[in-house]
């Protein structure tokens, strides 16, 4: 089916949105060929756009926009459509750094980065400015095959070299039909080993033009999601697997870092926090962020359906030491029902399989009904299943079915992720189109 696209915004624009979010995009840039990487077998009418590195001074000119967002500055990961390469090829980077550090003394700075290009130099650089890395390591013992990288001792060398001066987690995109489940626990080791707070393992993401989507789709993701608690349990760091296969927004506790101001405080790994100022909290995010953006709170928890209360000795915005998953953010939840008018019409909520347990079980919480069907992506198939990675092509095959079924609905949810700021999905086609096809009015949630 041909859709109208709209025509893409300009570049300013596209930077402008993504810093006013804590984003700022360097260089499309990479020194590395990883076989996942998510800029490769896209369909061909998927938008996303490529930028030489920035100059020092654009940069300079531009980066009040920051300031639109309270949380980290975030430097190479691919969150907007401005592809992500890799920070460090940027021959300015240190001079980006000093000049971020500059202007925010106190905010996280936080950059993904392959670790290739690291130095004892840029090392101590980081660590003089506090600047936290994600080191996106993926393998010990296939780095050739699965990066691409010729120097892979010299990489290993690198991290080693990050423990005890810089702050940073490790990320292992899991390959296991590839490298073996024995390599991931090994990258994971040595990630420990090298001083990683903590390691983050991700199920891969191919689309259906992926030569490797076959072996990605017989992937088990329980079975890597208990690999991934059986490895947190061995290492005693938090392993966070992605997706986390959350299926309720109880404000649940993964982990809770050592010498922390939550460990101090006696809360542990298990431990479901109630109220946060005393304040009822309902969602993980909402209580993490509240305990992250004040000082001294107020935390109230269960344990084993004991209640207990404790306060959490710590300076606004410092971060506590507790480990969570992310699941809603209450405020658009509010907005949403504002907006939906749920409480007196009935909608139909299209979202991700994955995203759909966790909205149910709000709903039920706040005492709603809505219908949430879990929308497969058709756009690039493979085991592709993000809420943000579908469009209005495939919102559409999922309504004409759900409303072939007899249901009638009000108003139809498309999740607001999956749109830019002017309302376009990742092929340009506008939510809008989503209306005048289906008939029904759209909120982006
Ligand atoms: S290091 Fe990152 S940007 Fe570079 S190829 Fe690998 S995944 Fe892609």
């Known amino acids: 089916m041909q859709l109208a696209r709209t025509p893409p915004p300009s570049m300013e624009a596209l930077l402008y949105h993504a810093q006013m979010q804590g984003i700022l995009p360097l260089t499309s840039r990479c020194n590395m060929q990883c076989i996942f990487c998510s800029n490769a077998y896209n369909p061909e009418t998927c938008e996303v756009f490529t930028i030489p590195p920035r100059r020092l001074e654009e940069i300079e000119d531009s980066i009040l926009w920051l300031t639109g967002s309270r949380g980290p500055i975030v430097i190479g990961e691919s969150v907007t459509r401005i592809t992500e390469g890799e920070p460090l090829t940027h021959p300015e980077f240190p001079q980006i750094l000093k000049l971020l550090r500059q202007h925010y003394p106190d905010r996280i700075i ?10 004892p130099e840029l090392i101590g650089l980081l660590s003089e400015l506090e600047v936290e890395l994600m080191v996106s390591l993926n393998t010990v013992g296939h780095r050739e095959q699965v990066m691409g990288d ?10 080693e070299g990050l423990g005890g001066k810089v702050r940073f987690e490790g990320s292992i995109v899991a390959l ?6 024995d390599d991931v626990s090994n990258t994971a080791s040595f990630l420990k080993e090298s001083g990683a707070w903590s390691i983050r393992i991700m199920s891969p993401g191919f689309s259906r033009l992926h030569p490797l989507w076959k072996d990605a789709a017989s992937f088990d993701v329980d079975e890597a999601r208990s ?31 050592p010498r922390s101001p ?21 969602t993980r995010t909402e209580a993490f962020e509240l305990i992250r953006d004040h000082e001294k ?4 928890y269960d344990r084993q359906g004991v209640l207990y209360e404790t306060v959490i000795n710590k300076q606004r915005f410092q971060p506590s030491g507790l480990v969570m998953y992310d699941d809603l953010d209450l405020e658009a939840w509010f907005e949403w029902e504002r907006e939906s008018r749920v409480k007196r019409r009935r909608v139909l909520v299209l979202t991700s399989a994955l995203a759909r347990p966790v909205i149910e079980d709000a709903l039920e919480l706040r005492g709603l009904t809505a219908a949430v069907e879990g929308v497969p992506s058709l756009f690039f198939g493979g085991n592709i299943e993000a809420a943000g990675l579908l469009t209005v092509r495939d919102f559409l095959a999922a309504y004409s079915e759900i409303a072939g079924q007899g249901s009638e609905f009000g108003a139809v949810t498309l999740p607001k992720r999956a749109f830019d700021p002017w309302g376009r999905d990742l092929e340009g086609v506008s939510y809008k189109t989503f209306e005048q096809l289906s008939g029904k009015a759209v909120v982006l949630a």
């Open 227 to 257: 690999f991934s608690q059986d490895l947190q349990k061995d290492l005693k760091i938090p392993v966070l697997f992605e997706p986390p296969g959350i299926t309720s927004v109880t404000p649940v506790v993964e982990h809770v870092l």
């Open 150 to 159: 010729k120097q892979p001792e010299s990489t290993l060398r690198n991290v």
């Open 110 to 119: 936080r950059v993904t980065t392959n670790a290739s290009l690291l130095n």
């Open 176 to 181: 296991p039909f590839v490298t073996g489940w």
């Open 262 to 282: 939550a460990r101090r405080a006696g809360i542990r790994p298990g431990d479901v926090i109630t109220e946060v100022l005393r304040r009822r909290v309902m």
């Open 297 to 300: 709170p107020r935390v109230a």
